[in-house]
Protein backbone atom coordinates (compact mmCIF):
# COMPACT_ATOMS: atom_id res chain seq x y z
CA UNK A 1 0.00 0.00 0.00
CA UNK A 2 1.56 3.53 -0.44
CA UNK A 3 -0.20 6.87 -0.42
CA UNK A 4 0.80 10.40 -1.45
CA UNK A 5 1.98 12.87 1.14
CA UNK A 6 0.93 16.22 0.22
CA UNK A 7 2.10 17.79 3.75
CA UNK A 8 4.33 20.63 1.92
CA UNK A 9 1.10 22.84 1.94
CA UNK A 10 0.84 22.08 5.68
CA UNK A 11 1.90 25.23 8.01
CA UNK A 12 5.76 24.18 9.35
CA UNK A 13 3.86 24.48 13.02
CA UNK A 14 1.63 21.27 11.75
CA UNK A 15 4.41 19.24 10.54
CA UNK A 16 6.21 19.55 13.03
CA UNK A 17 3.20 18.35 15.35
CA UNK A 18 2.50 15.81 12.88
CA UNK A 19 5.78 14.28 13.34
CA UNK A 20 5.43 14.48 16.78
CA UNK A 21 8.86 17.04 17.62
CA UNK A 22 8.35 18.99 20.64
CA UNK A 23 11.87 18.94 21.52
CA UNK A 24 14.59 20.91 19.12
CA UNK A 25 18.10 19.97 19.72
CA UNK A 26 19.47 22.39 21.78
CA UNK A 27 23.17 22.38 23.66
CA UNK A 28 21.74 19.81 26.50
CA UNK A 29 18.68 18.00 24.77
CA UNK A 30 18.54 14.90 22.65
CA UNK A 31 18.56 14.55 18.81
CA UNK A 32 15.07 14.75 17.03
CA UNK A 33 13.81 12.24 14.65
CA UNK A 34 11.75 13.71 11.79
CA UNK A 35 10.24 10.65 9.78
CA UNK A 36 9.81 10.75 6.33
CA UNK A 37 5.81 9.92 5.92
CA UNK A 38 5.71 13.75 7.34
CA UNK A 39 8.44 15.38 5.17
CA UNK A 40 7.65 16.51 2.15
CA UNK A 41 7.90 13.36 -0.28
CA UNK A 42 8.45 14.06 -4.05
CA UNK A 43 7.43 10.39 -3.95
CA UNK A 44 4.92 7.98 -2.47
CA UNK A 45 5.17 6.93 1.41
CA UNK A 46 5.55 3.30 1.25
CA UNK A 47 5.53 0.44 4.00
CA UNK A 48 6.31 -2.75 1.62
CA UNK A 49 9.95 -3.12 3.13
CA UNK A 50 10.16 -4.19 6.96
CA UNK A 51 12.52 -2.22 8.97
CA UNK A 52 11.59 0.88 8.73
CA UNK A 53 10.33 3.14 11.99
CA UNK A 54 6.74 5.07 11.91
CA UNK A 55 4.38 4.37 9.32
CA UNK A 56 6.30 4.16 6.61
CA UNK A 57 9.05 5.61 4.23
CA UNK A 58 9.80 7.79 1.09
CA UNK A 59 10.32 5.93 -2.14
CA UNK A 60 10.94 9.02 -4.38
CA UNK A 61 10.83 8.26 -8.41
CA UNK A 62 14.45 7.60 -9.64
CA UNK A 63 15.12 11.11 -11.32
CA UNK A 64 17.93 13.85 -11.13
CA UNK A 65 16.76 16.61 -8.42
CA UNK A 66 14.12 14.76 -7.28
CA UNK A 67 14.01 13.64 -3.60
CA UNK A 68 12.37 14.79 -0.31
CA UNK A 69 12.38 17.72 2.18
CA UNK A 70 12.55 17.76 5.70
CA UNK A 71 11.73 21.39 8.08
CA UNK A 72 14.36 20.61 10.96
CA UNK A 73 14.13 23.07 13.97
CA UNK A 74 16.81 24.88 15.85
CA UNK A 75 17.11 26.45 18.91
CA UNK A 76 19.92 28.64 18.04
CA UNK A 77 22.08 28.84 14.92
CA UNK A 78 24.59 26.54 14.47
CA UNK A 79 26.17 22.89 13.20
CA UNK A 80 23.57 20.13 13.47
CA UNK A 81 24.89 16.11 12.90
CA UNK A 82 22.29 14.80 10.64
CA UNK A 83 21.86 11.07 10.09
CA UNK A 84 19.56 9.96 7.47
CA UNK A 85 18.20 6.05 7.73
CA UNK A 86 17.74 4.53 4.13
CA UNK A 87 17.25 1.88 2.00
CA UNK A 88 19.50 0.79 -1.20
CA UNK A 89 18.78 -2.24 -2.27
CA UNK A 90 20.45 -2.15 -5.51
CA UNK A 91 24.51 -2.83 -6.03
CA UNK A 92 25.49 0.77 -6.46
CA UNK A 93 25.44 3.99 -4.71
CA UNK A 94 22.93 6.73 -4.87
CA UNK A 95 24.18 9.67 -4.25
CA UNK A 96 22.47 12.56 -3.23
CA UNK A 97 22.98 16.78 -3.14
CA UNK A 98 22.25 17.86 0.25
CA UNK A 99 21.23 21.89 0.69
CA UNK A 100 20.03 23.58 3.89
CA UNK A 101 17.44 26.66 3.14
CA UNK A 102 18.23 26.37 -0.29
CA UNK A 103 22.41 26.26 -0.47
CA UNK A 104 24.51 22.87 -1.09
CA UNK A 105 26.05 21.86 1.57
CA UNK A 106 27.15 18.46 0.14
CA UNK A 107 27.02 18.02 -3.86
CA UNK A 108 27.67 13.84 -3.36
CA UNK A 109 26.13 12.64 0.23
CA UNK A 110 26.92 8.77 0.01
CA UNK A 111 24.09 6.52 -0.03
CA UNK A 112 26.09 3.38 -0.27
CA UNK A 113 24.18 -0.30 -1.18
CA UNK A 114 22.59 -1.46 1.64
CA UNK A 115 22.33 -5.05 0.57
CA UNK A 116 18.35 -5.60 0.51
CA UNK A 117 15.55 -2.94 0.14
CA UNK A 118 14.56 -4.23 3.89
CA UNK A 119 18.55 -3.64 4.98
CA UNK A 120 19.11 -0.22 6.53
CA UNK A 121 21.77 2.21 7.44
CA UNK A 122 22.30 5.40 7.91
CA UNK A 123 24.71 8.15 6.46
CA UNK A 124 25.68 11.32 8.69
CA UNK A 125 26.41 14.69 7.26
CA UNK A 126 27.55 18.00 9.19
CA UNK A 127 24.95 20.72 8.43
CA UNK A 128 24.50 24.17 9.45
CA UNK A 129 21.68 25.58 10.78
CA UNK A 130 19.95 28.93 11.44
CA UNK A 131 17.47 29.42 14.64
CA UNK A 132 14.14 28.06 14.01
CA UNK A 133 12.88 26.15 10.93
CA UNK A 134 15.26 24.80 8.53
CA UNK A 135 14.55 23.39 5.25
CA UNK A 136 16.71 20.45 4.59
CA UNK A 137 16.47 18.43 0.91
CA UNK A 138 17.82 15.39 -0.35
CA UNK A 139 17.63 15.07 -4.13
CA UNK A 140 18.83 12.91 -6.60
CA UNK A 141 22.41 13.50 -7.93
CA UNK A 142 21.50 11.10 -10.63
CA UNK A 143 19.44 9.30 -12.96
CA UNK A 144 19.39 6.78 -10.25
CA UNK A 145 17.71 8.18 -8.36
CA UNK A 146 17.82 8.34 -4.08
CA UNK A 147 17.43 5.95 -2.07
CA UNK A 148 14.49 4.70 0.15
CA UNK A 149 14.58 7.31 2.78
CA UNK A 150 12.88 6.71 6.54
CA UNK A 151 13.76 9.23 8.69
CA UNK A 152 16.31 11.99 9.42
CA UNK A 153 18.05 12.35 12.97
CA UNK A 154 19.57 15.67 13.97
CA UNK A 155 21.95 16.39 16.74
CA UNK A 156 23.47 19.59 17.53
CA UNK A 157 27.00 18.65 16.98
CA UNK A 158 29.74 17.67 19.70
CA UNK A 159 26.68 18.06 22.78
CA UNK A 160 26.27 14.69 24.24
CA UNK A 161 23.29 12.62 23.34
CA UNK A 162 22.91 10.79 26.79
CA UNK A 163 22.38 11.98 30.00
CA UNK A 164 24.91 11.51 32.75
CA UNK A 165 22.45 9.41 35.20
CA UNK A 166 20.85 6.02 34.37
CA UNK A 167 17.30 4.77 36.26
CA UNK A 168 16.55 1.41 34.67
CA UNK A 169 13.32 -0.93 35.48
CA UNK A 170 14.36 -4.36 34.98
CA UNK A 171 11.69 -7.31 33.43
CA UNK A 172 11.43 -10.36 35.16
CA UNK A 173 13.58 -13.33 33.74
CA UNK A 174 12.94 -13.81 29.91
CA UNK A 175 14.88 -16.47 28.85
CA UNK A 176 16.24 -19.80 30.77
CA UNK A 177 18.13 -22.66 29.69
CA UNK A 178 15.89 -25.09 28.11
CA UNK A 179 18.39 -28.62 27.89
CA UNK A 180 17.80 -31.50 25.50
CA UNK A 181 18.77 -35.03 25.32
CA UNK A 182 22.68 -33.97 24.45
CA UNK A 183 22.90 -30.52 25.61
CA UNK A 184 22.67 -30.88 29.31
CA UNK A 185 22.42 -26.92 30.07
CA UNK A 186 22.82 -24.99 33.32
CA UNK A 187 22.70 -21.07 31.77
CA UNK A 188 22.09 -19.05 28.90
CA UNK A 189 24.55 -16.30 28.88
CA UNK A 190 26.49 -13.39 26.49
CA UNK A 191 23.59 -12.40 24.44
CA UNK A 192 23.93 -10.50 21.30
CA UNK A 193 20.41 -9.30 19.54
CA UNK A 194 19.28 -7.59 16.14
CA UNK A 195 16.02 -7.12 15.45
CA UNK A 196 15.38 -7.78 11.60
CA UNK A 197 12.28 -8.59 9.79
CA UNK A 198 10.06 -8.63 12.58
CA UNK A 199 11.89 -10.73 15.29
CA UNK A 200 14.31 -10.53 17.78
CA UNK A 201 17.49 -12.78 17.06
CA UNK A 202 19.52 -13.48 20.25
CA UNK A 203 22.77 -15.54 19.73
CA UNK A 204 23.72 -16.78 23.47
CA UNK A 205 26.50 -19.13 25.30
CA UNK A 206 25.17 -22.00 27.27
CA UNK A 207 27.33 -24.51 29.33
CA UNK A 208 26.51 -27.45 30.52
CA UNK A 209 27.26 -29.79 33.51
CA UNK A 210 30.81 -30.67 32.35
CA UNK A 211 31.01 -26.81 32.32
CA UNK A 212 31.51 -26.58 28.89
CA UNK A 213 30.78 -23.49 26.53
CA UNK A 214 28.89 -23.21 23.18
CA UNK A 215 26.68 -21.40 20.97
CA UNK A 216 22.91 -21.48 20.81
CA UNK A 217 20.31 -18.94 19.04
CA UNK A 218 16.67 -18.30 19.75
CA UNK A 219 14.34 -15.99 17.32
CA UNK A 220 10.82 -14.42 18.46
CA UNK A 221 8.75 -11.31 17.42
CA UNK A 222 8.14 -10.25 21.04
CA UNK A 223 9.37 -10.47 24.31
CA UNK A 224 6.59 -12.16 25.99
CA UNK A 225 7.48 -15.24 23.74
CA UNK A 226 10.84 -14.86 24.44
CA UNK A 227 10.52 -17.88 26.66
CA UNK A 228 8.96 -20.17 24.20
CA UNK A 229 10.97 -19.97 21.68
CA UNK A 230 13.29 -23.14 20.70
CA UNK A 231 16.74 -22.79 21.10
CA UNK A 232 18.83 -23.61 18.12
CA UNK A 233 22.03 -25.52 19.47
CA UNK A 234 25.22 -24.44 17.38
CA UNK A 235 27.32 -27.46 18.18
CA UNK A 236 25.53 -29.48 15.47
CA UNK A 237 26.12 -26.68 12.71
CA UNK A 238 29.54 -26.30 10.39
CA UNK A 239 30.16 -23.88 13.90
CA UNK A 240 31.14 -27.36 15.38
CA UNK A 241 31.87 -28.82 18.82
CA UNK A 242 34.80 -27.37 21.39
CA UNK A 243 34.78 -24.26 23.40
CA UNK A 244 32.84 -21.24 22.02
CA UNK A 245 32.00 -18.50 23.81
CA UNK A 246 30.25 -14.84 23.97
CA UNK A 247 29.02 -14.43 20.31
CA UNK A 248 28.43 -10.90 18.98
CA UNK A 249 26.39 -10.44 15.45
CA UNK A 250 26.18 -8.05 13.19
CA UNK A 251 25.01 -7.48 9.32
CA UNK A 252 28.56 -6.31 7.26
CA UNK A 253 26.48 -4.02 4.63
CA UNK A 254 29.46 -4.05 2.32
CA UNK A 255 29.83 -7.70 1.91
CA UNK A 256 26.23 -8.31 2.29
CA UNK A 257 26.79 -10.90 5.22
CA UNK A 258 26.06 -11.19 8.39
CA UNK A 259 28.54 -11.80 10.82
CA UNK A 260 28.93 -13.53 14.19
CA UNK A 261 31.62 -13.20 16.29
CA UNK A 262 32.86 -15.35 19.04
CA UNK A 263 35.72 -16.65 21.60
CA UNK A 264 37.27 -20.07 20.07
CA UNK A 265 39.90 -21.89 22.47
CA UNK A 266 41.87 -18.69 23.20
CA UNK A 267 41.39 -16.67 19.76
CA UNK A 268 37.83 -15.02 18.21
CA UNK A 269 36.94 -16.42 15.31
CA UNK A 270 33.84 -15.33 12.99
CA UNK A 271 31.30 -17.17 10.48
CA UNK A 272 29.19 -15.81 8.12
CA UNK A 273 25.77 -16.24 6.05
CA UNK A 274 23.14 -14.93 4.33
CA UNK A 275 20.70 -15.66 6.20
CA UNK A 276 20.18 -14.61 9.91
CA UNK A 277 17.21 -16.72 10.62
CA UNK A 278 18.49 -20.34 9.66
CA UNK A 279 21.31 -21.52 12.13
CA UNK A 280 22.31 -24.25 10.06
CA UNK A 281 23.52 -22.06 7.21
CA UNK A 282 26.44 -20.37 9.19
CA UNK A 283 30.11 -21.69 8.10
CA UNK A 284 32.52 -22.90 9.97
CA UNK A 285 34.61 -21.03 12.23
CA UNK A 286 37.60 -18.46 10.69
CA UNK A 287 40.41 -17.71 13.43
CA UNK A 288 41.07 -13.70 13.03
CA UNK A 289 44.63 -14.56 14.96
CA UNK A 290 47.33 -17.20 14.61
CA UNK A 291 47.25 -16.98 18.41
CA UNK A 292 47.24 -15.14 21.81
CA UNK A 293 48.57 -12.07 20.51
CA UNK A 294 52.02 -10.91 23.09
CA UNK A 295 50.75 -8.25 24.66
CA UNK A 296 47.72 -10.14 25.67
CA UNK A 297 49.93 -12.39 26.98
CA UNK A 298 52.23 -10.38 28.68
CA UNK A 299 49.59 -8.54 30.81
CA UNK A 300 46.81 -11.47 31.19
CA UNK A 301 48.30 -12.79 34.11
CA UNK A 302 45.96 -14.99 35.35
CA UNK A 303 43.14 -13.69 33.22
CA UNK A 304 41.80 -14.52 29.61
CA UNK A 305 41.54 -13.05 26.28
CA UNK A 306 37.98 -12.82 25.51
CA UNK A 307 34.76 -10.86 24.95
CA UNK A 308 35.60 -9.48 21.86
CA UNK A 309 33.31 -6.76 20.27
CA UNK A 310 33.54 -5.34 16.79
CA UNK A 311 32.27 -1.85 15.89
CA UNK A 312 32.89 0.22 12.01
CA UNK A 313 32.91 3.22 11.19
CA UNK A 314 32.69 4.51 7.66
CA UNK A 315 36.93 4.15 7.00
CA UNK A 316 37.49 1.32 10.10
CA UNK A 317 36.36 -1.61 11.76
CA UNK A 318 37.97 -1.59 15.72
CA UNK A 319 37.91 -5.18 17.71
CA UNK A 320 37.48 -4.67 21.56
CA UNK A 321 38.84 -7.34 24.03
CA UNK A 322 39.33 -7.51 27.30
CA UNK A 323 41.64 -10.13 29.52
CA UNK A 324 39.75 -10.41 33.30
CA UNK A 325 43.38 -8.74 34.59
CA UNK A 326 42.39 -4.71 33.61
CA UNK A 327 42.87 -4.49 30.29
CA UNK A 328 40.64 -2.96 27.78
CA UNK A 329 42.47 -3.88 24.49
CA UNK A 330 41.84 -2.75 20.93
CA UNK A 331 42.71 -3.78 16.95
CA UNK A 332 41.90 -1.92 14.02
CA UNK A 333 41.26 -2.64 9.97
CA UNK A 334 40.03 -1.13 7.52
CA UNK A 335 36.38 -1.47 6.33
CA UNK A 336 37.93 -2.54 2.78
CA UNK A 337 39.55 -4.99 4.56
CA UNK A 338 37.70 -6.68 6.78
CA UNK A 339 37.50 -9.48 8.33
CA UNK A 340 41.59 -9.35 7.38
CA UNK A 341 43.82 -7.15 8.42
CA UNK A 342 43.46 -6.52 11.92
CA UNK A 343 46.33 -5.10 13.77
CA UNK A 344 47.81 -6.48 16.80
CA UNK A 345 46.15 -4.82 19.68
CA UNK A 346 46.97 -2.15 21.96
CA UNK A 347 45.62 -1.00 25.40
CA UNK A 348 43.22 0.79 25.15
CA UNK A 349 41.81 1.51 29.15
CA UNK A 350 43.80 -0.44 31.89
CA UNK A 351 42.89 -0.26 35.75
CA UNK A 352 45.30 -1.93 38.57
CA UNK A 353 41.97 -3.25 40.28
CA UNK A 354 41.22 -5.97 37.27
CA UNK A 355 37.58 -6.15 39.04
CA UNK A 356 36.88 -2.56 37.99
CA UNK A 357 37.61 -2.98 34.27
CA UNK A 358 36.89 -6.39 33.67
CA UNK A 359 35.00 -8.10 31.05
CA UNK A 360 31.77 -7.91 28.46
CA UNK A 361 32.87 -4.64 26.63
CA UNK A 362 29.95 -3.54 24.24
CA UNK A 363 30.43 -0.20 21.89
CA UNK A 364 27.94 1.64 20.44
CA UNK A 365 27.39 4.45 18.20
CA UNK A 366 24.46 7.01 19.63
CA UNK A 367 22.36 8.19 16.89
CA UNK A 368 23.00 10.47 13.99
CA UNK A 369 25.22 12.11 16.37
CA UNK A 370 28.92 11.46 15.93
CA UNK A 371 29.21 10.13 19.38
CA UNK A 372 29.96 6.66 20.46
CA UNK A 373 29.17 5.00 24.00
CA UNK A 374 31.44 2.10 25.65
CA UNK A 375 30.39 -0.14 28.80
CA UNK A 376 32.46 -2.07 30.02
CA UNK A 377 31.46 -4.84 33.09
CA UNK A 378 32.80 -4.88 36.12
CA UNK A 379 33.18 -6.45 39.93
CA UNK A 380 31.74 -3.90 42.27
CA UNK A 381 31.17 -5.69 45.93
CA UNK A 382 31.08 -8.74 44.40
CA UNK A 383 28.34 -8.51 41.99
CA UNK A 384 28.38 -7.84 38.26
CA UNK A 385 27.20 -4.24 37.12
CA UNK A 386 28.46 -1.82 33.97
CA UNK A 387 30.04 1.51 33.39
CA UNK A 388 30.09 3.76 30.96
CA UNK A 389 32.15 6.23 28.81
CA UNK A 390 31.80 8.55 25.67
CA UNK A 391 33.80 9.53 22.83
CA UNK A 392 33.59 11.02 19.39
CA UNK A 393 35.43 8.13 17.74
CA UNK A 394 34.70 4.64 17.73
CA UNK A 395 38.19 4.46 18.72
CA UNK A 396 37.73 6.70 21.82
CA UNK A 397 39.81 8.29 23.82
CA UNK A 398 37.16 7.85 26.57
CA UNK A 399 35.79 10.17 28.17
CA UNK A 400 34.16 8.76 31.74
CA UNK A 401 29.68 9.13 31.83
CA UNK A 402 28.35 6.99 34.40
CA UNK A 403 32.12 4.89 36.00
CA UNK A 404 31.08 4.97 39.90
CA UNK A 405 29.72 2.27 42.05
CA UNK A 406 27.02 5.20 43.15
CA UNK A 407 26.23 6.49 39.51
CA UNK A 408 26.65 3.79 37.67
CA UNK A 409 25.70 3.21 34.16
CA UNK A 410 23.36 -0.47 35.21
CA UNK A 411 23.72 -1.55 38.84
CA UNK A 412 21.24 -2.87 41.69
CA UNK A 413 21.47 0.82 43.30
CA UNK A 414 20.27 2.12 40.26
CA UNK A 415 17.75 -0.72 38.99
CA UNK A 416 13.90 -1.72 40.30
CA UNK A 417 12.68 -4.59 39.34
CA UNK A 418 8.71 -4.63 37.70
CA UNK A 419 8.29 -8.17 39.65
CA UNK A 420 10.68 -10.20 41.72
CA UNK A 421 14.06 -9.40 43.05
CA UNK A 422 15.38 -12.10 41.14
CA UNK A 423 19.11 -11.12 40.12
CA UNK A 424 21.75 -8.34 42.13
CA UNK A 425 24.12 -9.07 39.14
CA UNK A 426 23.73 -6.71 35.83
CA UNK A 427 26.08 -9.10 33.73
CA UNK A 428 27.99 -9.75 30.27
CA UNK A 429 24.60 -8.14 28.01
CA UNK A 430 23.97 -6.21 24.66
CA UNK A 431 21.79 -3.08 24.23
CA UNK A 432 19.32 -3.29 21.39
CA UNK A 433 19.90 -1.74 18.74
CA UNK A 434 17.70 0.95 15.41
CA UNK A 435 19.74 -0.99 12.94
CA UNK A 436 21.17 -4.32 11.88
CA UNK A 437 24.54 -2.94 10.31
CA UNK A 438 28.45 -2.72 11.16
CA UNK A 439 28.16 0.36 13.19
CA UNK A 440 25.92 -0.69 15.80
CA UNK A 441 23.56 2.67 15.90
CA UNK A 442 21.54 2.55 19.07
CA UNK A 443 19.23 4.91 19.71
CA UNK A 444 19.95 7.55 22.92
CA UNK A 445 16.33 7.44 23.99
CA UNK A 446 14.64 4.85 25.76
CA UNK A 447 17.60 2.36 26.13
CA UNK A 448 17.71 -1.03 26.48
CA UNK A 449 20.25 -3.70 27.27
CA UNK A 450 19.54 -7.44 27.31
CA UNK A 451 21.20 -9.05 30.42
CA UNK A 452 22.54 -12.32 31.98
CA UNK A 453 21.42 -12.08 35.85
CA UNK A 454 21.19 -14.76 38.04
CA UNK A 455 19.27 -15.71 41.81
CA UNK A 456 21.30 -13.76 44.62
CA UNK A 457 21.81 -17.14 46.64
CA UNK A 458 23.37 -19.35 44.26
CA UNK A 459 26.37 -20.84 44.62
CA UNK A 460 28.65 -23.02 43.74
CA UNK A 461 31.88 -23.20 40.39
CA UNK A 462 31.53 -19.67 38.48
CA UNK A 463 30.76 -22.10 35.48
CA UNK A 464 27.94 -23.43 37.02
CA UNK A 465 25.90 -20.35 37.95
CA UNK A 466 22.16 -20.53 36.82
CA UNK A 467 22.43 -17.27 34.41
CA UNK A 468 19.11 -16.49 32.61
CA UNK A 469 18.30 -13.27 30.76
CA UNK A 470 16.09 -10.51 32.07
CA UNK A 471 15.77 -6.96 30.03
CA UNK A 472 16.48 -3.62 31.47
CA UNK A 473 14.51 -0.26 30.22
CA UNK A 474 15.45 2.85 31.04
CA UNK A 475 13.30 5.13 33.17
CA UNK A 476 14.68 8.54 32.70
CA UNK A 477 15.27 9.14 29.56
CA UNK A 478 13.88 12.84 28.17
CA UNK A 479 13.55 11.62 24.68
C1 LIG B 1 12.38 -1.27 -6.28
C2 LIG B 1 12.00 -1.18 -4.82
C3 LIG B 1 11.69 0.25 -4.39
C4 LIG B 1 12.85 1.15 -4.79
C5 LIG B 1 13.11 1.01 -6.28
C6 LIG B 1 14.30 1.84 -6.75
O1 LIG B 1 11.26 -0.99 -7.08
O2 LIG B 1 10.86 -2.00 -4.59
O3 LIG B 1 11.42 0.34 -3.01
O4 LIG B 1 12.57 2.49 -4.46
O5 LIG B 1 13.41 -0.33 -6.58
O6 LIG B 1 15.16 1.29 -7.44
O7 LIG B 1 14.36 3.02 -6.47
CA1 LIG C 1 12.94 4.67 -5.68
Known amino acids: MSRLLRLSVMPVAAVLAAAGVVLAPSAHAQSARYEAENAACEGTIESNYSGFS ?4 CNPPNRVGVGVQFTVHAGSPGTFTIGVKYANGTGINRPAVLSANGTVVQSGVPFEPTGAWSHWAITTVSVPV ?17 ANIDYLEAARAGSSTLPSRFQWSSTEQLIAPKPDATHNIVSVKDPSVVYHNGRYHVFVSVVNTNQSYSLAYLNFTDWSQADDAQLHFLDTTAIGTGYKAAPQVFYFAPQQRWYLIYQIGNNVAYSTTS ?6 SWSSPTRFYSGTPRIVLDNMGNGQWLDFWIICDTVNCHMYSSDDNGQLYRAQTTVANFPNGFSNPVIAMQDSNKFWLFEGVNVYRLGAANEYLLLVEAIGEGRRMFRSWTASSASGPWTPLADTKENPFARHNNVTHEGSDWTNDFSHGEMIRSGIDQNLVISPCKLRFLYQGMNPNSTGPYNLLPWRLGLLRQTNSSC
Open 54 to 57: GSGF
Open 130 to 146: QSGSNTIRLAAATADGL
Open 275 to 280: DIGNPR
